[in-house]
Structures are given as structure tokens and as C-alpha cells.
């Protein structure tokens, strides 16, 4: 096994027993990005010179036997949206392209503290907006299994660089899906937990549940570490709560004994026909091992009201973080940004305490579940990847969709939800692309999630149906003289990628 198929989890552990140098782990990460980088544009800045400087004091620290932490030695990117020390940040913006800032945000800040090495930012679209990750600061991402595909978003850039062995360990955030869609495109984990578990000081809703940043990995069990790694209380954080979670597994859980509900749209979400059938067609598999997989009454939970309700949640978002801007110059906003601002700037009180309202019974409704199952499951995305050169999906089974994010209607339910969710690899799709499984777990319970996720990856492993896909890194050198000028091409005036 090389050094970069190993997981997050088995490579801190060599570290911290003195078998695996920091620096040599670094040093592969950075040749296999020199050979894969160019094919997919997974990055935005680096800080190599500095990620070698911080990888040769981690392997100081081992050698005088100091206290490590969760994360000792392990290089990281970090999404395009969370502010780094030093390291330009540009919200894929160009209005952020020569932004440094003078510190870490609060996320980054416990990744740094618990021995990470932050060596890359992760492309992102327009301030998160959108589930296909491209910008006119760096371009766009390719998908790892075909570059000429989209790699979801809106932490695409983490989704691809993970699943291509680039870094062992990668940052997302998710209003509706930006951890989830990715990472099931990608063939990779992106975990969304309950808002607060992860502390954020930058949302400027601070009491909204919406935005929430958090862990992408390769395999849940590396998932499960840079949470443990970064989750509890912060001052800064309104909706935070003291809590703690054990890095590693408790006892395997048996996947038998597990009670799985599952729908294929949640009674309202639109959902292509070929990924349906996918979709039953893993079930029929899974509901081999387990104890109970039947479906959920779409009808009962009534969710007929998610559309808007979200419409409103994600416009207040925007109208939050982008006034200024707005009010100073709208054309400085992209289109997907524009659109959001200007919903929601017509929106009226009543609209948003209706929403609110409907909300909370949808929230109400869906609790009940969990008397019953232990975990529901769905499809992430509607839709296998579609070329990154179309904005968004327009249609699906030939219907139009009503808006941009129409489309990833699955994940956002879920946010609108709260409870903790995380998208699995689950084999391939009809056109051989990554499927990723949706799982929702208890609210409050991502503890308990983790667990049945890291047992159904463990039973997915041993069949080759399930078993998370692995992209054709050789395929991918092969094709970067025809991508890399094409996933550039939307960039103008690009800014130095070391800063």
C-alpha cells in the first residue's frame, strides 16, 4: 500500500509511533498534486514552502516525545471560504482575489491546534453558491472520474482532491448540501452535523441553523477524527454546546441489527429515473444485512412546504452577508449571488415567520421517524454529474427545474431538517459514476451516525457493488494537456496560487 492510500487514521497513527515522517507524507501528497493537479483544478492557493516548515517541526515533535494531537502531521486543505492566516482567500470571488487574512477563523484555528498542516486552500463556487464548483478567480473543478464533468459543489475542490489522493483530509461547509453533493460525485465522506457541534464565528446569522461548516474524508473513520478534532462550545458561536467525541470507534457495530427507512424523494424532490432505479437496486443489496429497509410514508411527513421554506431560509442568508455589496454595486455580484440577494431582499416579514413556522413542523414530523428506524437514507443527488461547463441542472426527466439549486432539493430538505447527515460511497451509478447514500440520523445522534456509517462501509467494502470507487489516476495524467486549458478558461486575471 502507498503512502497515500493510506487513511487519515492509519497515517496519524504511524506518525505518532515514529514510523511515518510528517515530511515524507507531505512530500508524497505534493508529487501526487504536481502529476494530478493540473487535470482536475481541485486547489486554490497553496502554502507548500510553509506546510514544509510546519511538517518538519511535527516530525520534531515526535522525535522528542511532546504531546500530539488528533490531527498531528497531516496535511489539509481548507475550503476556499474559511479564512486562513497568511494564505489568500477569495470566496472564488473576484472581489476577495488579493485578500489575506491577518488570522484564522475559529474552524481553522482548532484544525491548526490539534497538529494539522493547512497546505492548500479548496476551490469553491461564488461564495458557495452553487453545486458546481468553478469561479472567475481559479476556474473550474473536473470530476476525478471524468474531468469534464462537474465535481458538485459547493466544496468541490475538497470532494476532488480527496478522492484523487491529493490530501489526506479536506474542510466543506453546507447550507444545502455543499459537504453531501460533492463528496457523493467525488466518491468520497462529507459529513454535515447538527448546527453548533462544529463552531463557526463567521455566520452572520449566528442564531440561523443553516450554514454549517464541517469534515470530508476518504473513509468515515477519517471523517470521525477531524471532527472530534474541531467539535465543542465556542464563545463566538450562539448555537454552540459543550460536547466531546471520541476519535475513534467504540465496538463495531453489527450492520443486522440495523433499522434502515428509506425514500427515494421525500414525497417532493425530482429524481431522475435512471438514478431511482439505482438507487433500489443498492437497497436490494443492503436490505440483505440488515434487520429492517422499507420505505418511509412521504405522505405522513407532508413536506410539501420545503421548497419555499427554503427558498426563504437560503435568501436571508445572502441578503445578510452581501448588502453592502449589493447596495454598492450590484454588478460585482455574480449571478447566482445577484439572484439570491434579490429574493430575498423582496421578501417580507410575513414571508419569513411563515417559513419559519412550516419549518418547524416539518422538524416536528420527521423526529418521529426515529421511534421506529435508527437511520433514513436517500439518494444525495438527483442527477448523475453533468458537464461543468452547464451552470446547473436545468432539467430533470425532462422537466424543467424552477431555479439553480432546484435541483439538490435532496439535501436541502435535510438542512432544513437540522439533524446530522452525511453522504457514503455507494459504488456507481448507471453511467459508472460515483452514487452516493444519503444518511440522516437522530437529531443531536452524529456519534451514533458515524458508527452505522463506518458499519455499512465496512459491509460495502466486501461487495464489489457497494465498494467505494476508486478514480483512474493514470487516466487522469493521460488527459491533462486536453482539460487543463478548458477548466481555466473562465478565469481573468488569475492571482498568484502561493500567498
Given at each position: 500500500?502507498?503512502?497515500?492510500?493510506?487513511?487519515?487514521?492509519?497515517?496519524?497513527?504511524?506518525?505518532?509511533?515514529?514510523?511515518?515522517?510528517?515530511?515524507?507524507?507531505?512530500?508524497?501528497?505534493?508529487?501526487?498534486?504536481?502529476?494530478?493537479?493540473?487535470?482536475?483544478?481541485?486547489?486554490?492557493?497553496?502554502?507548500?514552502?510553509?506546510?514544509?516548515?510546519?511538517?518538519?517541526?511535527?516530525?520534531?515533535?515526535?522525535?522528542?516525545?511532546?504531546?500530539?494531537?488528533?490531527?498531528?502531521?497531516?496535511?489539509?486543505?481548507?475550503?476556499?471560504?474559511?479564512?486562513?492566516?497568511?494564505?489568500?482567500?477569495?470566496?472564488?470571488?473576484?472581489?476577495?482575489?488579493?485578500?489575506?487574512?491577518?488570522?484564522?477563523?475559529?474552524?481553522?484555528?482548532?484544525?491548526?491546534?490539534?497538529?494539522?498542516?493547512?497546505?492548500?486552500?479548496?476551490?469553491?463556487?461564488?461564495?458557495?453558491?452553487?453545486?458546481?464548483?468553478?469561479?472567475?478567480?481559479?476556474?473550474?473543478?473536473?470530476?476525478?472520474?471524468?474531468?469534464?464533468?462537474?465535481?458538485?459543489?459547493?466544496?468541490?475542490?475538497?470532494?476532488?482532491?480527496?478522492?484523487?489522493?491529493?490530501?489526506?483530509?479536506?474542510?466543506?461547509?453546507?447550507?444545502?448540501?455543499?459537504?453531501?453533493?460533492?463528496?457523493?460525485?467525488?466518491?468520497?465522506?462529507?459529513?454535515?452535523?447538527?448546527?453548533?457541534?462544529?463552531?463557526?464565528?463567521?455566520?452572520?446569522?449566528?442564531?440561523?441553523?443553516?450554514?454549517?461548516?464541517?469534515?470530508?474524508?476518504?473513509?468515515?473513520?477519517?471523517?470521525?477524527?477531524?471532527?472530534?478534532?474541531?467539535?465543542?462550545?465556542?464563545?463566538?458561536?450562539?448555537?454552540?454546546?459543550?460536547?466531546?467525541?471520541?476519535?475513534?470507534?467504540?465496538?463495531?457495530?453489527?450492520?443486522?441489527?440495523?433499522?434502515?427507512?428509506?425514500?427515494?424523494?421525500?414525497?417532493?424532490?425530482?429524481?431522475?429515473?435512471?438514478?431511482?432505479?439505482?438507487?433500489?437496486?443498492?437497497?436490494?443489496?443492503?436490505?440483505?444485512?440488515?434487520?429492517?429497509?422499507?420505505?418511509?410514508?412521504?405522505?405522513?411527513?407532508?413536506?410539501?412546504?420545503?421548497?419555499?421554506?427554503?427558498?426563504?431560509?437560503?435568501?436571508?442568508?445572502?441578503?445578510?452577508?452581501?448588502?453592502?455589496?449589493?447596495?454598492?454595486?450590484?454588478?460585482?455580484?455574480?449571478?447566482?449571488?445577484?439572484?439570491?440577494?434579490?429574493?430575498?431582499?423582496?421578501?417580507?416579514?410575513a414571508d419569513v415567520a411563515r417559513a419559519e413556522t412550516s419549518r418547524t413542523a416539518l422538524y416536528r414530523r420527521f423526529q418521529t421517524l426515529f421511534a421506529r428506524y435508527d437511520v433514513i437514507v436517500s439518494p444525495v443527488s438527483p442527477v448523475t454529474p453533468f458537464a461543468w461547463t452547464t451552470a446547473h441542472c436545468a432539467q430533470i426527466d425532462g422537466v424543467a427545474v424552477e431555479n439553480y439549486y432546484?435541483?439538490?432539493?435532496?439535501?436541502?430538505?435535510?438542512?432544513?431538517?437540522?439533524?446530522?447527515?452525511?453522504?457514503?460511497?455507494?459504488?456507481?451509478?448507471?453511467?459508472?459514476?460515483?452514487?452516493?447514500?444519503?444518511?440522516?440520523?437522530?437529531?443531536?445522534?452524529?456519534?451514533?451516525?458515524?458508527?452505522?456509517?463506518?458499519?455499512?462501509?465496512?459491509?460495502?467494502?466486501?461487495?464489489?457493488?457497494?465498494?467505494?470507487?476508486?478514480?483512474?489516476?493514470?487516466?487522469?495524467?493521460?488527459?491533462?494537456?486536453?482539460?487543463?486549458?478548458?477548466?481555466?478558461?473562465?478565469?481573468?486575471?488569475?492571482?498568484?496560487?502561493?500567498?
Amino acid at each position: 500500500m502507498s503512502l497515500l492510500e493510506l487513511s487519515a487514521v492509519d497515517a496519524r497513527r504511524l506518525i505518532g509511533a515514529g514510523e511515518l515522517s510528517p515530511v515524507e507524507l507531505l512530500d508524497a501528497c505534493l508529487t501526487r498534486i504536481e502529476t494530478i493537479e493540473p487535470s482536475i483544478n481541485a486547489l486554490a492557493a497553496t502554502a507548500f514552502e510553509r506546510a514544509r516548515g510546519e511538517a518538519k517541526r511535527a516530525q520534531e515533535a515526535v522525535a522528542r516525545r511532546e504531546p500530539l494531537g488528533a490531527l498531528h502531521g497531516l496535511p489539509i486543505g481548507v475550503k476556499d471560504l474559511e479564512e486562513t492566516a497568511g494564505l489568500l482567500t477569495t470566496y472564488g470571488s473576484p472581489l476577495y482575489r488579493d485578500y489575506v487574512p491577518a488570522r484564522d477563523n475559529v474552524f481553522v484555528a482548532r484544525l491548526r491546534a490539534a497538529g494539522a498542516i493547512v497546505t492548500a486552500k479548496t476551490n469553491t463556487p461564488e461564495m458557495g453558491a452553487g453545486a458546481n464548483t468553478r469561479n472567475a478567480v481559479w476556474g473550474a473543478t473536473g470530476n476525478p472520474f471524468d474531468p469534464r464533468l462537474n465535481a458538485g459543489g459547493s466544496s468541490g475542490g475538497s470532494a476532488a482532491a480527496l478522492a484523487t489522493g491529493m490530501l489526506p483530509l479536506a474542510t466543506g461547509s453546507d447550507l444545502g448540501g455543499s459537504l453531501r453533493i460533492p463528496a457523493a460525485l467525488c466518491g468520497v465522506v462529507g459529513f454535515r452535523a447538527s448546527p453548533g457541534f462544529v463552531p463557526s464565528a463567521d455566520r452572520r446569522l449566528g442564531w440561523a441553523p443553516n450554514w454549517v461548516s464541517g469534515p470530508m474524508g476518504r473513509h468515515v473513520a477519517d471523517v470521525r477524527l477531524q471532527l472530534a478534532a474541531v467539535a465543542g462550545h465556542a464563545s463566538s458561536d450562539p448555537l454552540g454546546y459543550p460536547m466531546q467525541l471520541d476519535p475513534y470507534a467504540g465496538a463495531p457495530l453489527d450492520p443486522a441489527t440495523l433499522r434502515i427507512g428509506y425514500t427515494e424523494d421525500f414525497g417532493v424532490c425530482a429524481v431522475d429515473a435512471s438514478i431511482r432505479a439505482t438507487f433500489r437496486a443498492k437497497l436490494a443489496r443492503i436490505a440483505a444485512q440488515v434487520r429492517i429497509c422499507e420505505p418511509i410514508d412521504p405522505v405522513g411527513l407532508d413536506m410539501a412546504d420545503a421548497h419555499r421554506v427554503f427558498d426563504v431560509v437560503r435568501a436571508q442568508e445572502f441578503v445578510a452577508s452581501l448588502r453592502e455589496t449589493y447596495e454598492r454595486d450590484p454588478s460585482l455580484l455574480g449571478p447566482n449571488t445577484r439572484a439570491n440577494y434579490e429574493m430575498g431582499s423582496a421578501l417580507t416579514l410575513a414571508d419569513v415567520a411563515r417559513a419559519e413556522t412550516s419549518r418547524t413542523a416539518l422538524y416536528r414530523r420527521f423526529q418521529t421517524l426515529f421511534a421506529r428506524y435508527d437511520v433514513i437514507v436517500s439518494p444525495v443527488s438527483p442527477v448523475t454529474p453533468f458537464a461543468w461547463t452547464t451552470a446547473h441542472c436545468a432539467q430533470i426527466d425532462g422537466v424543467a427545474v424552477e431555479n439553480y439549486y432546484r435541483w439538490v432539493a435532496l439535501t436541502y430538505v435535510v438542512t432544513l431538517l437540522t439533524n446530522p447527515s452525511l453522504s457514503l460511497p455507494c459504488g456507481v451509478d448507471h453511467a459508472g459514476m460515483p452514487f452516493g447514500l444519503q444518511m440522516i440520523g437522530a437529531m443531536r445522534g452524529e456519534a451514533r451516525l458515524l458508527d452505522m456509517a463506518q458499519a455499512l462501509e465496512a459491509a460495502f467494502a466486501r461487495d464489489e457493488a457497494l465498494a467505494r470507487p476508486v478514480p483512474d489516476l493514470q487516466k487522469l495524467r493521460d488527459m491533462r494537456v486536453d482539460v487543463q486549458a478548458d477548466l481555466r478558461a473562465i478565469v481573468t486575471h488569475p492571482p498568484g496560487r502561493g500567498r
